[in-house]
């Protein structure tokens, strides 16, 4: 979308996005817990869905960090890498445990070292730790491990009691996070994310207002194993180590299927629990980055991954879904302005999206812009953006055939800027 037709589109829907005129500020330094990220660009976590069977590093996955590398992003936020075998989202899915962590170190080796001989200098990289809950699909067949009843999502996937995760399974989760953030450490990561977003177990927690015991009912208890585990981690390792998450401010859903709402008010965004919430992860437990996203993949992808064509017909313009995005970014970042936020949504906007990010960050929205699909079409957007030569033919056209891919059972790529690798997976997947 150029930037004619950007405006002429807001013009029309009535709303103002807060476009810079200029991408100068994605050039300068952030300072993270004592590590400085080089530019305010990131990879945002978009999981390949190509590692080997056992969770270690493939050649594919190997490839995309490359790339990845190459193009000069200051921070990586590496994708979803399970803690326990149960809680994979596929059978490739990463998992980090003691057999496979030598494959992660070299891969975050290979990847600081080509960034440094490409760009003069390392990213930051982080490791996103992650139990998918509901998603859990570790074998190829569907292996649910639920938080609660929900009918919302159980009208496509069905599910029974059998399925909600106990107390005490619960209960264990915040020593195998502690585990794996250890290792990530060991393996060079410059810190870990506790996942929780999209949907995913710690994600669906938040909106467990009906579930009997610890994890369920009031606003403490659905927030205890998330805490729980953020507290476990930063006693594994030490104060240099990035603790972070990728937290779902707002999951698009009414009371009592969804977090960031109000009951009564169906499904607009209300953030009042998200901002407590938040409170407690930096003023208590000393969170200093948090990544911010809405929605999920799986049932409203157009509020994170907003398209132009998609698996469904969406019932707002991508426009607006981009602007709800920023303006539940802007709510958090004006609540804790010394809190570094890394903001989301832009690969929609194709050649207008660097504009979107500078003004983001000029207008305190969020503090670092990140990619995800622009990252897989286009893994050289950080450094062309900063040379000024950004170039249009290369974006993501948002038309979700990556995600297509994906849900078909297959691995995740661009198939169509990178269509030597990607579009014969495609075919042999999707297209039979």
């Known amino acids: 979308m150029n930037l004619q037709k950007l405006k002429s589109e807001c013009e029309k829907l009535n709303i103002t996005l807060p476009l810079a005129t200029g991408t100068d500020v994605l050039g300068e330094a952030v300072s993270l817990s004592g590590k400085t990220v080089h530019n305010r660009l990131a990879v945002q976590p978009m999981e390949g869905c190509d590692g080997e069977s056992d969770g270690s590093v493939s050649d594919l996955v190997r490839r995309r960090y490359l790339r990845f590398a190459n193009g000069g992003a200051g921070l990586i936020w590496a994708e979803a890498t399970a803690v326990v075998n149960e809680g994979r989202a596929n059978p490739r899915q990463l998992m980090l445990n003691g057999k496979t962590a030598d494959s992660f170190k070299s891969l975050v080796e290979i990847t600081k070292e080509n960034c440094l001989k490409q760009n003069g200098y390392e990213p930051v990289i982080i490791c996103q730790l992650t139990h998918s809950g509901r998603q859990s ?48 450490k060991e393996c060079g990561f410059d810190g870990a994310d506790v996942k929780c977003c999209h949907g995913y177990l710690f994600a669906e927690l938040l909106s467990a207002y009906g579930r009997k015991g610890i994890y369920g009912g009031s606003f403490e208890n659905r927030t205890r194993l998330y805490t729980d585990t953020l507290r476990a981690v ?158 249009k033919n290369k974006c993501c056209l948002a038309c979700s055939k990556c995600s297509e891919m994906m849900r078909a059972g297959g691995v995740a790529g661009c198939v169509v800027k990178d269509s030597e690798v990607y579009l014969p997976l495609y075919k042999e997947c999707v297209l039979k």
């Open 137 to 184: 699909n570790p074998t190829g067949k569907p292996a649910p491990i639920i938080a609660y009843r929900n009918a919302l999502f159980e009208k496509t996937r069905p599910a029974d009691d059998g399925m909600i995760a106990a107390d005490d399974y619960l209960a264990t989760l915040p020593y195998r996070f502690a585990e794996a953030a250890a290792l990530a």
């Open 234 to 391: 930063k006693s594994a390792v030490s104060n240099s180590f990035i603790v972070t998450s990728r937290l779902n401010a707002y999951d698009g859903f009414e009371y009592p299927f969804g977090f960031g709402v109000r009951e009564g008010e169906g499904d607009a965004p209300c953030l009042d629990e998200t901002i407590k919430l938040i409170d407690m992860l930096h003023n208590t437990l000393g969170i200093g980055l948090i990544n911010i996203t809405i929605g999920n993949p799986y049932v409203n992808p157009h509020l994170n991954r907003p398209f132009n064509k998609g698996g469904y017909s969406a019932p707002e313009h991508p426009l607006c879904s981009v602007l709800k995005m920023i303006n539940c970014t802007a709510e958090i970042k004006a609540a804790f302005p010394d809190l570094k936020v890394v903001g989301s949504s832009y690969s929609y906007l194709g050649e207008a999206a660097p504009l979107l990010a500078a003004g983001e960050v000029q207008n305190g929205v969020c503090d670092i812009a990140g990619f995800g699909r622009m990252a897989i079409a286009y893994p050289d957007f950080a450094r062309d953006i900063i040379a000024g030569s950004f170039d």
